[in-house]
């Protein structure tokens, strides 16, 4: 059997993209090494947030099927690649699962094949790293037996306003006639189609998106922290702020960043302009102000219990919402690891409710779950909201009978401090 379209890597980016294609008459495989991924959604189960069950009952009745075999690759008009690009134990870009999953469409590839590299790195990487291993390992040449595309993913988990097909779409080409197949490709699937003038170009514009986010989130940061100092209630000056019509874009402070851009990609920008010989100054402060922010954050949570008479060490704290973003369940990144563990190294009993996440695991040690949110808010001896999502209510938290400590700015009360 052929297929219009096989995605490599069923993950947040490889999943959606694989459902619109359906949802547009083209045939689409998928092809992951997980073998538990596979089965999951053969047996019609999803792990994706934005792609439900039924959602991928429905794919599955349209034809879609998964599998942990390449040999689909060589049966598919086009190839997008959507596999994960993070962050090494010691912060530094990892693009081991790239390198595998070029190397396994390289050992597939046919003529006339359109490749697209979706997933996340510095500028260059579709020039210079994957175009000379799909060539080496193919015996085929790039703009004369097959074409090869970069288009950043934009996919914002959790989004209902924005998604796949309404979101515009850039793309590029390793030469026009290969950026010639990748819009074709993408006006099927999305409403706007904007051509970068190469895979550099696109490669940047995604890095600049998310270290534009990534630095103004680190400056609200500083400034709340600021603002702490003074007295000031940063949620306020916030409000003020954003009633500006023009020249102001709002932030949130918060206990930290997570998810599996913001925290990356100004990484990726960062290492290739050191290798580069340029230095980003900016990348460098946002950076250590983000990373001061889960301690800012248990520092305020000490000093609460100190005014409870409670000492830290042996202090029940309920941790709520430790997903990255409200009502999801992903946990990449998120700041919430970097809390629990600093409370934990400072004594504290340590537990966790959030309806989307089943375990958590923090430095190989599973924190306690909380079941039921009212039996949380009535045995901890202090609250942390970490993430707001819409099961959180206000007014139930502002009655919990221990101190409140929101770093989302959403409760008010006699018990509740704001970060």
């Known amino acids: 059997m052929t297929y219009d379209l096989a995605v490599v890597g069923l993950g947040y980016i490889g999943l959606p993209l694989a459902q619109q294609a359906g949802a547009v008459g083209m045939s689409a495989v998928g092809y992951d090494i997980s073998a538990q991924v596979v089965a999951d959604l053969m047996a019609g189960r999803s792990h994706v947030d934005d792609v439900s069950d039924a959602d991928v009952a429905a794919m599955r009745a349209a034809g879609f099927r998964a599998t942990t075999d390449p040999s689909v690759l060589g049966r598919s008009s086009t190839i997008v690649i959507c596999v994960p690009t993070g962050l090494t134990p010691d912060g530094d870009p990892d693009l081991g699962s790239l390198r595998e999953a070029v190397r396994t469409v390289a050992s597939q590839l046919r003529t006339g094949t359109l490749v697209v590299v979706e997933s996340t790195s510095h500028p260059g990487t579709t020039e210079e790293m994957v175009r000379p291993l799909l060539e080496e390992g193919s015996g085929l040449v790039v703009g004369e037996d097959f074409h090869l595309a970069y288009s950043p993913e934009r996919i914002d988990p959790g989004n209902r306003s924005y998604t796949l097909h309404n979101t515009p779409r850039v793309v590029s080409g390793c030469t026009p006639l290969c950026a010639k197949h990748a819009v074709a490709f993408y006006s099927r699937l999305v409403e706007t189609v904007v051509v970068a003038r190469g895979t550099r170009e696109a490669e940047m514009a995604k890095l600049l998106e998310n270290t534009y986010r990534y630095i103004n989130i680190a400056l609200v940061d500083e400034v709340a922290l600021f603002c702490d100092k003074m007295g000031i209630d940063i949620w306020d000056v916030l409000h003020c702020a954003s009633t500006k019509p023009f020249g102001f874009t709002a932030f949130s402070p918060g206990a930290g960043i997570g998810g599996h851009c913001i925290p990356v990609d100004p990484r990726y920008l960062a290492v290739k302009a050191e290798t580069e010989g340029f230095s980003f100054r900016m990348l460098s402060a946002a950076r250590d102000v983000l990373g001061r ?50 409370l934990r190294d400072r004594g504290a009993l340590v537990s966790y409710h959030d309806p989307y ?23 901890a001896d202090l609250v942390l909201l970490l993430q707001d999502h819409s099961c959180y209510e206000p007014a139930r938290l502002a009655r919990a009978g221990c101190p409140v400590l929101d770093t989302r700015g ?9 970060l």
């Open 357 to 379: 996440v089943p375990e958590f695991v923090c430095d190989g040690l599973p924190l306690p779950r909380c079941e039921e949110l009212a039996d949380g808010l009535a045995e």
């Open 293 to 342: 922010m889960p301690r800012h954050v248990v520092q305020r949570a000490a000093d609460l219990l100190a005014g409870e008479g409670k000492p830290m060490r042996g202090a029940r704290v309920l941790l709520l919402g430790v997903a990255y973003k409200p009502d999801i369940a992903d946990t990449r990144e998120s700041p919430a690891f970097a809390v629990a563990r600093q």
């Open 410 to 418: 959403r409760t008010a009360g006699a018990t509740v401090t704001l």
